[in-house]
């Protein structure tokens, strides 16, 4: 039996169009947030019957002395599927319930959308070190990442910590290419473009061949990604807690990313329609240029390039700091990180993951972008 077919835990229904305005109101009505530090938001997705709920129940029931909530984000054609796993009340309704595990985790259903059920659980009296957010099969983080990472009032209570895409690697090479001649692009490819960790379950049922050509089918999606190998997802759960992906302090772990991806082209990636490209430029750049270069690319979809994520480092014109720059989708955000050290290399460094990339227009357009100062 697949593990998927495992109970999940008890957890909090979500509806599938996201109330921003109310979500603001809420908080800031209900929740002093200035008080309190924010709480890191994982999302866990990935294809039906990859193994999320095995990798959420393994986080539950784990002795690793942490209060970790769980979400669960139901809707779509396998809503019928999901609800037959938690409880119900009269009429089907879903029972407002809080279960309390005897390692201090918690799983919970309530009968509200994402903006109650957050609201409640960072109301509670006793603080919580983590929440999961584990979505459908089918679901793109992408609308999820945007409302938890950059909204002004939502970041002060909680905080997208990273994406974590669970993968069955069995199944994997034949979920990538399930629509390659439709017109329904394969969901496997944007959840793996948007992860921070991709976990590569299963493992012990394919060969170490199978399984190297696998990282590679990924890294070439996504060289961003950090990738864990998994049987049934007991992994180190340190390995996908407190990423801090979107911390713009956290700028070390992004540097090294970059530098791992600074030899990245075009020619060493094959043709999948969705892949990763690094690009470079060593001078300096005018901030406002890089801003309307940005949201040409993000918002205008100049030059038909389809973006989904983007991250680098920016060496900017009369700053002695390095700039972070981040993207999901069309938000992005640009923020100083940490002032340059002595004889440093100050280059601009970027990495997109997207559909239909043109690498020559990229590195044109990035030149375009530098200071006349």
């Known amino acids: 039996m697949e593990e998927e077919d495992e109970d999940p835990p008890l957890a909090v229904e979500i509806k599938e169009t996201l109330d921003i305005q109310s979500f603001n109101h809420g908080l800031q009505n209900h929740v002093n947030v200035e008080e309190l530090p924010p709480v890191g938001v994982t999302v866990i997705t990935g294809y039906l019957g990859a193994g999320k709920s095995t990798l959420v129940n393994y986080i539950l029931n784990g002795q690793h002395g942490k209060k970790i909530a769980v979400i669960l984000n139901e809707f779509g054609e396998e809503i019928g599927v999901e609800r037959a796993m938690i409880n119900e009340g009269e009429g089907g309704a879903l029972v407002e319930e809080w279960v309390e595990l005897a390692n201090g985790c918690i799983c919970c259903t309530v009968k509200h959308s994402l903006v109650q059920a957050l609201e409640q659980l960072v109301q509670r009296k006793e603080r919580l070190d983590h929440i999961l957010l584990e979505t459908t099969g089918l679901a793109n983080p992408a609308p999820l990442a945007s409302i938890l990472w950059l909204d002004d009032q939502l970041e002060a209570a909680v905080k997208l910590d990273s994406i974590i895409t669970v993968v069955d690697a069995k199944n994997l090479r034949f979920q990538l290419k399930k629509h390659e001649d439709s017109s329904t692009f394969p969901e496997a490819f944007l959840q793996i473009a948007f992860a921070d960790v991709v976990i590569l379950n299963k493992i012990d049922l394919v060969s170490p061949d199978d399984l190297e050509e696998l990282e ?43 530098e791992e991806n600074k030899n990245l082209t075009t020619k060493d990636l094959h043709d999948s329609g969705v892949r990763t490209m690094c690009i470079s430029n060593s001078h300096r750049v005018d901030l406002d240029k890089v801003r309307l270069w940005l949201e040409e690319i993000l918002w205008d979809k100049k030059h038909d390039m389809d973006v989904y994520r983007c991250k680098g480092v920016l060496s900017v014109v009369n700053s002695d700091e390095l700039h972070t720059i981040q993207a999901v989708r069309e938000i992005y ?8 050290k002595n004889g440093e290399n100050q280059t601009n460094k970027i990495v997109f993951i997207g ?11 990035l030149r375009s972008c530098a200071s006349n100062y």
């Open 216 to 258: 590679k089918e990924i890294f070439s999606i996504n060289s961003l990604a950090n990738i864990v190998h998994s049987v049934r997802c007991q992994i180190d759960i340190s390995l996908v807690l407190n990423c801090k992906a979107y911390d713009a302090s956290h700028a070390a772990h992004l540097e090294q990313l970059l």
């Open 333 to 340: 955000e640009i923020v100083p990180a940490r002032k340059w």
């Open 355 to 365: 559909r239909s990339l043109k690498e020559d227009i990229l590195v044109d357009s």
